[in-house]
């Protein structure tokens, strides 16, 4: 059974940082797509970053340079460093396990979501 425990949100000003964990079990990071999205109130769910198995990732336009994921395969956890982190970033962030990613246009595209973590809450204040 695939297990997804994401941690490591608070609150923080704007300008500050964040690093977000997801240490998983029943499931090899390294070798799934996975992911980061967010989801705050009033608003659709955004893909925040996808990993394929290759490590490559992709991530959405709001987040891009700001944002970096990582993972430790000898811990066999995902990682999300958030720097610069802004109100709008204010969100809970889940870590996700999808059954494949694609490709398209050089940019990852994850399948269907699997398995998702607890969710962790991220605030950054003005």
């Known amino acids: 059974q695939v297990r997804l425990a994401d941690s490591g949100g608070g609150s923080v000003e704007t300008g500050g940082f964040l690093r977000l964990s997801c240490a998983a079990s029943?499931?090899?990071?390294?070798?799934?797509?996975m992911g980061w999205f967010r989801q705050a109130p009033g608003k659709e769910r955004e893909d925040v970053a996808t990993v394929d198995s290759d490590g490559k990732t992709t991530y959405a336009e709001s987040v891009k340079g700001r944002f970096t994921a990582s993972r430790d395969n000898a811990k066999n956890t995902l990682y999300l460093q958030m720097n610069n982190l802004k109100p709008e970033d204010t969100a809970i962030y889940y870590c996700s396990s999808y059954d494949s990613c694609s490709q398209y246009r050089g940019s990852v595209i994850p399948g269907i979501l699997k398995s998702w973590g607890q969710g962790t809450q991220v605030t950054v204040s003005s």
């Open positions: 029943g499931h090899t990071v390294s070798s799934n797509c």
